[in-house]
């Protein structure tokens, strides 16, 4: 019923743009969504998030100014365009619903996951 797809990952080398897309389920449409990514070995961390009814987005510190989400209400997708990539972007990107915004980011539903690979 409720989803969250992915898609768009792949291999970029660094200082190239990638950019993710995200198809929502109409169950999220009012909902926060966002992007999470996880390394291997390290902690699935917060990388961005938007308001489907507008606003300013939020970024982490270590994406601010390289990466922008974005929404297109009419299509029921999210996206995150990400430019100047770097080896520590290596990770599995997922789409997120019901992204908290406060304290602690997380997130109450997630996608498959899409892969990112970002080479030197």
């Known amino acids: 019923q409720a989803q969250l797809v992915e898609s768009g990952g792949g291999l970029v080398q660094a200082g190239g743009s990638l950019r993710l897309s995200c198809t929502v389920s109409?169950?999220?449409?009012?909902?926060?969504l966002g992007w999470f990514r996880q390394a291997p070995g390290k902690e699935r961390e917060f990388v961005a998030a938007i308001r489907w009814s507008g606003g300013s987005p939020y970024y982490a510190d270590n994406v601010k100014g390289r990466f922008t989400i974005s929404r297109d209400n009419a299509k029921n997708m999210v996206y995150l365009q990400m430019n100047s990539l770097k080896p520590e972007d290596t990770a599995v990107y997922y789409c997120?619903?019901?992204?908290?915004?406060?304290?602690?980011?997380?997130?109450?539903?997630w996608g498959q996951g899409t892969p990112v690979t970002v080479s030197s």
């Open positions: 109409r169950t999220f449409i009012s909902n926060v």
């Open positions: 997120a619903a019901d992204v908290k915004l406060s304290g602690t980011y997380g997130a109450d539903y």
